[in-house]
């Protein structure tokens, strides 16, 4: 049973669109993570959010944790070939010491 | 760059042998986690380590065991590899409650 549902699994757009992805759960977690992967390498981990409501800007990728801390989103503006990858989600919850979970992932593909 | 190596980076190997897999790190991180990612199934857990000779299992740990005898160094065995075994295993460390990954193992079980 996956503890966090990521969707869609897969997004295909073309360049210069935008995109959502979604980290749902009904578990509270104390943080959450975004990771983005490419094909051959570990995952990179691209921000933390730590707080209910949060809000994180990096560039042109917004990640927002939810009021309740069970849910994330990451939205990209104006996609370019070079976010093509693998976004990975996962929560950690302090009474599992440093553990995280990880949602399944959204493969995105932005096609110039 | 967190300072994390895993060797070798591609393995092939017959079903009942052994197999080790190694995680070094140079930058003296307590916590350090073995995973296996699979698709359909993300990133999954198999065991982990709070401190030297401190391991714990994760939710896949069936048919693994690892040890620490060394900060910088964290080991993954598969006792007798099967082929469900096949898979790409990454190491992590953790630093304030986030993780940093290794560029991974692919291994081939056949």
């Known amino acids: 049973t996956q503890l966090l549902e990521q969707s869609p699994q897969f997004l295909s757009i073309q360049e210069g669109e935008n995109l959502t992805v979604y980290c749902n759960s009904s578990?509270?977690?104390?943080?959450l993570q975004w990771y983005r992967q490419e094909p051959g390498e570990g995952p990179v981990l691209l921000v933390t959010?730590?707080?209910?409501?949060e809000v994180k800007k990096l560039k042109r990728l917004t990640f927002q944790f939810g009021d309740a801390r069970k849910d994330s989103s990451l939205h990209i503006t104006a996609a370019q070939p070079g976010d093509t990858g693998l976004y990975l989600c996962?929560?950690?919850?302090?009474?599992?010491?440093?553990?995280?979970?990880f949602g399944g992932g959204t493969r995105v593909l932005v096609k110039p | 760059d967190a300072g994390i190596t895993q060797s070798p980076r591609h393995k092939v190997t017959e079903t009942g042998t052994p197999v080790t897999l190694r995680c070094h790190q140079t930058?003296?991180?307590?916590?350090m986690y073995w995973y296996r990612q699979d698709p359909g199934h993300g990133l999954r857990l198999i065991h982990y380590?709070?401190?030297?000779?401190?391991?714990d299992k994760g939710e896949v740990s069936d048919g693994y065991s690892v040890s620490r005898s060394k900060t910088e160094d964290f080991l993954l065995t598969l006792e007798s590899a099967t082929s469900s075994q096949t898979s790409v295993y990454f190491c992590?460390?953790?630093?304030?409650?986030?993780?940093?990954f290794g560029p991974g193992t692919r291994l081939t079980v056949t």
């Open positions: 380590s709070y401190g030297v000779k401190d391991t």
């Open positions: 930058e003296n991180h307590r916590y």
């Open positions: 578990s509270v977690f104390s943080s």
């Open positions: 996962a929560g950690a919850i302090k009474a599992a010491g440093n553990k995280l979970t």
């Open positions: 959010v730590v707080t209910g409501g």
């Open positions: 992590a460390i953790s630093a304030n409650y986030e993780q940093y």
